[in-house]
Nanobody, 125 residues
Framework: LRSAAGVWGGLVQPGGSLRLTCTAS????????IAWFRQAPGKEREGVSCINSSDGSTYYADSAKGRFTMSGDKSKNTVYLQMNSLKPGDTAVYYC??????????????????WGKGTQVTVSS
């Protein structure tokens, strides 16, 4: 399984903001579902947000609603995750992924074809 997408993140204080970027090379991100996932130590991977490439509809986990915004630039083959009002509970490794739309792909990543390497996001004072 190839991992061709990259994510850049970092360290931020509680209440702060951070934007993650995912860019693919060699293939198009925009052929099905494009999603952000995260995994905190000792916890299962969870879906954060997901875009259906065919119609642009976007979905968010309850934990992300109202604080996170997923967007994309098809011309740049890039997607973004703008995260505002960050909390320590948002600390995790964040991954972008793309794959066919449907099933549980946006919820738990099953069936996703390509995964970014992941980046650590730490929310701490």
């Amino acid at each position: 399984l190839r991992s061709a997408a990259g994510v850049w993140g970092g360290l931020v204080q509680p209440g702060g903001s951070l934007r993650l970027t995912c860019t693919a090379s060699g293939f198009s991100l925009y052929y099905g579902a494009i999603a952000w996932f995260r995994q905190a130590p000792g916890k299962e991977r969870e879906g954060v947000s997901c875009i259906n490439s065919s119609d642009g509809s976007t979905y968010y986990a309850d934990s992300a609603k109202g604080r996170f915004t997923m967007s994309g630039d098809k011309s740049k083959n890039t997607v973004y995750l703008q995260m505002n009002s960050l909390k320590p509970g948002d600390t995790a490794v964040y991954y972008c992924a793309t794959g066919p739309w449907g099933g549980s792909s946006c919820y738990n990543g099953n069936g996703m074809d390509y995964w970014g390497k992941g980046t650590q996001v730490t929310v701490s004072s």
